[in-house]
């Protein structure tokens, strides 16, 4: 027996299997539904800033007596946590420096212990039961299926009093999180944490999304970011949309085992713009176009690999070696270039330059608004981060008129009445 959300429904969606869609109209802006977590786990580099139960970033939570790790606004909060906290607790004593399983194993530990406490179907059930989430153990290529199995044994070695089940349930469980979790972001797409939300699994994606999901506290909220009429379905993007059709199909199929057929993936109407080549006298040779994109894309995943362990000034020498080296073909509004330059900005950002932050990102901007969709997060929390930079250096109005920018996505993406808005606002008057 499902239960319902009003005015939506479940439904066989034509080539992608479940899905949901609306039963009456909606606005942009309009909120579709709120779920809480089924399970959620804070990631252990925000312990400290904010709270383990109810992710409020505040001054001066409160620190768990026993293993000094965890942290709370109150009694209350920790009272709250403690059936999940108690699985790490003691552990965490234990193993010290030593303690360090992955956040995966830590949300599917959480998961496998709700379970046994929780018989009856929860709030974030609705439409769809944690154990009929997608699985795809069939499909996973040797490299996944080691990290899967590291996992595992993450999972018994840290969590020793949890009852585990058999070794195939366990497979299908860490399948389920890899493809249906959903990492919690703030206001500036920083990584706060993970969680499963099972309604919100039932959201198929598209290049073109129709909605968009936010997070308030540990909830998931879905907002429409096109006006929708009864019968459309729910879209979300599980990916980033900055890059192009074969990019984005790639990490589709890597990471969630499709690929996506919208009109955007068809007709491939914003390819020539993301894959902008400079303008020279003679035409550049296709041959010479394809080597740079595969110089950039090896690029990228270099980056990401060397990004633990080089320094940031060896890291924003790395970007502007390939910035100049791509630069040679490619335009900068080029998505490649743009990827680099969004690394460079983060480099420039953790080393305190704030010229060097706002150098890149005003070249980002510039292109951002054009190459996402209506209401993007990446495009707001770009806005965001150049705002507060402009503030640091007195740079008011500038400023302002960047928060303000943030602040129109945001209002659609997150409602009006989100806390993130209540401090923007704060921020702009302060000013």
């Not at 004593?93 to 194993?105: C, I, K, L, R, V």
């Not at 959201?203 to 970011?225: D, F, K, M, W």
């Not at 320094?311 to 970007?319: A, G, Q």
Request: aromatic share 8%.
């Amino acid at each position: 027996m499902t239960g319902s959300i009003e005015g939506l429904e479940r439904f066989d969606s034509l080539g992608k299997g479940r899905g949901l869609r609306v039963t009456k109209p909606f606005k942009v802006g309009q909120l579709l539904f709120s779920c809480p977590a089924y399970s959620y786990v804070l990631s252990v580099k925000e312990r400290g800033c904010i709270c383990d139960f109810c992710f409020n970033r505040k001054e001066s939570l409160a620190r768990c007596g026993k293993c000094k790790k965890a942290f709370y606004c109150n009694v209350k909060c920790q009272k709250g946590d403690w059936a999940m906290h108690k699985l790490e607790c003691s552990a965490m004593n234990a193993f010290g420096e030593n303690w360090s399983p992955s956040e995966t194993s830590r949300l599917v530990a959480r998961i496998l212990a709700k379970k046994k406490i929780q018989k009856e179907r929860c709030e974030s059930e609705k439409m769809l039961l944690i154990g009929e989430m997608q699985s795809h153990v069939e499909d996973e290529d040797n490299e996944k299926k080691e990290g899967t199995e590291a996992d595992i044994s993450g999972l018994y070695r840290f969590f020793k009093h949890l009852e585990v089940p058999d070794h195939k349930d366990l497979l299908t469980l860490f399948s389920q999180v890899a493809c249906n979790g959903f990492t919690i972001e703030d206001d500036e797409l920083s990584h706060l944490g993970t969680a499963v939300y099972p309604d919100v699994a039932l959201i198929n994606h598209s290049c073109l999304p129709s909605v968009i999901v936010t997070y308030n506290g540990t909830s998931a909220e879905v907002r429409a970011v096109q006006d929708m009429k009864p019968g459309d379905e729910l879209l979300i993007s599980y990916i980033d949309l900055l890059y192009p059709t074969d990019d984005r199909n790639n990490r589709l199929r890597e990471y969630y085992y499709f690929t996506c057929e919208c009109p955007e993936c068809t007709n491939k109407s914003k390819d020539k713009a993301k894959l902008k080549v400079r303008k020279q006298s003679d035409p550049i040779e296709p041959q010479v176009i394809s080597n740079m994109v595969r110089y950039a894309r090896k690029t990228i995943r270099e980056f990401r690999a060397l990004k633990q362990v080089k320094t940031p000034s060896e890291l924003l020498e790395m970007c502007e070696q390939s910035l100049e080296e791509m630069g040679s073909v490619f335009d900068d509004s080029n998505v490649y270039m743009l990827h680099m330059m969004y690394q460079a900005m983060g480099v420039c950002i953790y080393m305190q330059d704030a010229d060097g932050a706002l150098r890149y990102g005003e070249k980002i901007l510039k292109k951002y608004s054009t190459l996402y969709p209506p209401y993007s997060l990446n495009v707001s929390s770009m806005y965001l981060k150049m705002g507060r930079i402009y503030m640091q250096i007195e740079r008011n109005s500038v400023g302002i008129s960047a928060l303000k920018k943030a602040m129109a996505i945001m209002e659609v993406a997150h409602g009006k009445d989100h806390h993130y808005i209540k401090e923007l606002r704060k921020e702009i008057a302060q000013k």
